[in-house]
């Protein structure tokens, strides 16, 4: 049993109806109770979808157990096929429904629809969304997909995207205008927008180009190993795994590299010297696997940003974000639990956070910016306009996003010259936020509206000032530590405190202050 | 007072045939009640026992509608627990002295069962036992059941009111109690009104636990929700006595609620209108303004709160709309019954439902205004339905006079808003199978 306040992550079945969604002519059947229909708003409300996902729950009571909850089943997949007629179905269970056993694929086997019916095996108590995702759509790939004869042009599937994900949407129109620039076409994009009859030839393809190794990994090295279709490994997020991806898909094609580059901005908007005030920012990132690997490279690489920390919730992907991390020497953090990555986060005092919207609660609380990089999704992540993570335009929308949040330029120098200013002081958070800046507190510590933490109601405040581990501040150097802007005082009393441990010092005092901040001068 | 509302023409829905059909429900489950059980009980923490689905439906439900700090958690069950590798009692255990010990400000725990713990029969009853004698006095846990296969939406509410009904103590006092969680700003003109009627009464459930509620033989109870059955039968197993009314919505249904409780506390008639006739007229006034655009117009509900008929009464009788169907989850005639009188005849009246049936009828019909959950909402307007989000009727202030004029406004709003939109095909149109197309990239500033 484990106590869970906010998930990263739905059920598996959840993952699976990603698939559905994303597909057309396809159809799902959950055995599952009335509650599970919730998961519908998940489409229509934060994706803002204008169809119903096309899943159809039995929805049994507590009086149908042990009773007829398997005619129940065959029942509504009956009325499902002849009301909806897919051209396949998809058959499986919620957490509830594994429990009484019904076995909804061998129940679909016996009545024999005119259609493939594929069975899903998702388990509800080990496994996730992600898995879900991934596995439902090799399942559907490794059923309908067969061998075909190459079009006559190279072409590529793009594999992948899904319903409700972060960022597909556009992130397909990016891809596509990457490959055909360098000649080659799309055959099919699965799940969103396949039908089972283009899954059908997918085989037609010259190679898989694998957009999102969360939901589609499985299906690529399948389809790697039976239609011998090779795949791609590098997610074209950010300007140099833009070019990394470019230089793959020609060594894969046989064509000559071409990136037009006339439309990225990101490489001069870096440049440029506004943009001097973000060197060495400590950054803390985390998302799914890919979305937070991506990022670590862009935020060293292209925006001057120095990551402090690294991790993500899928464990699938563990391995390789552990072995990242190491290379950018800091600890990864893989976990699925949210007060964790909330106490990495106080500990680290970043002055960043490039996360998802879980995270975007945590700075809210601690009154540090956060932009969003990954799934988990909200209704702000399906924004009206194009605004990919991918390709050219992905990278010029990074910039744009990451930098948004934080203070600007000159203004962190004005705040520091007028900080007493009734209007313009530090408190006040970046000015072009409006009455809505985060709600940073005088010594950087928790913010004033406690926002998503069990500890929220229990912990008694901070006091924010005199404690740190053993170590005493005395007043001149607290009054002094109040001076700092307070997008950096976190940081500095951090330093301070880390500084004195360091030198054996119990009482900290104005000296001491800037001797650490002599220490850590960069 | 002057002009009541017209008499109805016939004899009301108590007798009407009910449609009863049985399919896909599309309906959330009782745990979702949780998302403002917890910020009503000030002190309560709401602890789900069950599946990763429980956690991801209340963060979910939660997400679309507010996202602050929860008292609200669940223990998801795991495959040990399952396998009966681990005793689930001792995890559960565990987990509770982890999450008191963590948050020593919580006085009510409720361990909320679901479907999976129902399936695998958890006795949470037997865990909130044990654990109020482990904590007492500082803690007391009580158990009730969310499950989507035993409750419907709302019905969690009543679950766990209904569960708190047996531990208050006795108390001979005549009093009056109003049951169902209403916000705060509501509830206290509902207080202030019964005041000026020289009536005072006790709200269950209070905001903290220590309030020193009783109940009993002289308790005359009056519901503020129609979906508080088992809440209902709780409270007259110990002796109270429930006084049968409209319910509170409009100037109407405001009116005689109040008068049924005036009638039994023996509330003058001078009184009564010195104390209603003023908000009865603002009320009046206000309904007048945001029924405008409601008038003439027909209105077609999906089974979501209970909720339905109630406002279907209000809708019909006090802002002049034409109900196609009425559906609600449940129909319990012993609490909507005085409601039902009231309901001009309705084509349809439905209890359950299977929601492609029910959609066939809702396209057939074309109502003016759809009231349906959330999955439904986009893809009727996709359609060119106008909807309301039964989920707003849950959470907005709408009971009793001043909020009046506000319940007629979140049904006219969608209306208003249709007319207003000046849209070339305002209708998403119907052939795009999913959000942005392919075809709708950036394509303007390419080469």
Known sequence: ?522 | MTELAPPPQSTGCRNAPILKQRGQREVFCGLTGIIWLHRKMQDAFFLVVGSRTCAHLLQSAAGVMIFAEPRFGTAILEETDLAGLADAQLELDRVVDELLARRPDIRQLFLVGSCPSEVIKLDLARAAERMTERHAPSVRVLNFSGSGIETTFTQGEDACLASMVPVLPATDERQLLLVGALPDVVEEQALSLLAQMGVSARVLPAPRADSDLGIGENTLFALTQPFLGDTHAALERRGARHIPAPFPFGEEGTTAWLRAIGHEFGVDEDIFARATEAPRARARKAIAQASDALRGKSIFFFPDSQLEIPLARFLTRECGMEAVEVGAPFIHKGIVGPDLDLLPEVPTLSEGQDVDLQLDRCRAARPDLTVCGLGLANPLEAEGLATKWAIELVFTPVHFYEQAGDLAGLFSRPIRRADMLALDGSAASPGQKYPGGLGSGPHAGRP
């Open chain 1, 1 to 522: 049993m484990k106590l869970t306040v906010w998930t990263y992550e739905g059920p598996p079945h959840v993952g699976a109806m990603r698939v559905a969604t994303g597909m057309k002519g396809l159809h799902y059947v959950l055995h599952a109770p009335q509650g599970d229909t919730y998961a519908d708003l998940l489409f229509t409300m934060i994706e803002r979808r204008d169809h119903r996902p096309p899943v159809t729950y039995t929805t049994f009571q507590a009086r149908d157990l042990g009773s007829d909850t398997a005619d129940l089943f065959k029942k509504t997949l009956q009325d499902t096929y002849e009301r909806f007629q897919p051209e396949a179905l998809i058959v499986g269970a919620s957490c509830t429904a594994e429990l009484i056993q019904d076995d909804p694929g061998g129940m679909a086997e016996n009545i024999g629809l005119p259609v493939p019916t594929i069975p899903l095996e998702l388990p509800s108590y080990q496994r996730k969304e992600n898995f879900g995702a991934d596995e439902t759509f090799f399942q559907i790939v490794k059923a309908l997909a067969r061998p075909a004869e190459r079009t006559a042009q190279i072409s590529a599937n793009l594999i992948g995207p899904t319903a409700l994900g972060f960022r597909h949407r556009d992130d397909i129109t990016e891809v596509i205008t990457l490959l055909s620039d360098m000649g080659i076409s799309v055959n099919v994009v699965a799940p969103m927008t396949a039908s089972p009859s283009d899954i059908a030839r997918m085989g037609a393809a010259h190679f898989n180009v694998l957009m999102y190794p969360e939901t589609a990994e499985s299906a690529a090295r399948w389809m790697e190993r039976e239609l011998g279709q090779p795949y791609t490994k590098t997610v074209p997020i950010g300007v140099g795994a833009t070019r990394d991806f470019v230089a793959e898909v020609a060594k894969i094609a046989e064509v000559a590299p071409y990136l037009d580059e006339s439309r990225l901005r990101l490489p001069w908007y870096s440049k440029s010297v506004d943009s001097t005030y973000l060197t060495g920012k400590r950054v803390f990132i985390f998302g799914d696997g890919t979305h937070a690997m991506a990022a670590a490279r862009v935020a060293r690489d292209e925006m001057g940003f120095e990551v402090v920390g690294l991790g993500c919730y899928n464990r699938e992907l563990a391995r390789s974000l552990r072995k990242l991390a190491k290379a950018y020497g800091v600890e990864a953090t893989i976990t699925d639990d949210y007060l964790e990555v909330e106490r990495v986060i106080e500990a680290l005092q970043p002055e960043m956070i490039l996360g998802t919207q879980m995270e975007r609660h945590i700075g809210k609380r601690l009154g540090i910016p956060c932009a969003v990089i990954s799934a988990p999704v909200h209704v702000q992540d399906f924004p009206a306009r194009y605004s990919p993570q991918m390709g050219i335009e992905g990278a010029n929308v990074l910039f744009d996003t990451w930098v948004h949040p934080l203070v600007m330029g000159l203004e962190e120098h004005l705040l520091h010259m007028f900080r007493d200013d009734f209007e313009f002081h530090d408190a006040a958070g970046p000015s072009h936020h409006g009455g809505h800046a985060p709600a940073a507190r005088g010594d950087g510590g928790a913010a004033p509206r406690p926002a998503a933490s069990p500890r929220d109601i229990s912990d008694p405040e901070k006091t924010g000032s005199e404690v740190g581990g053993d170590v005493i501040w005395l007043s001149d150097a607290e009054k002094e530590l109040k001076k700092i802007p307070f997008f950096v005082r976190g940081k500095a009393r951090r330093n301070t405190e880390t500084f004195a441990t360091m030198k054996g010092v119990s009482e900290i005092s104005v000296d001491t202050l800037y001797e650490a901040k002599a220490h850590y001068a960069r």
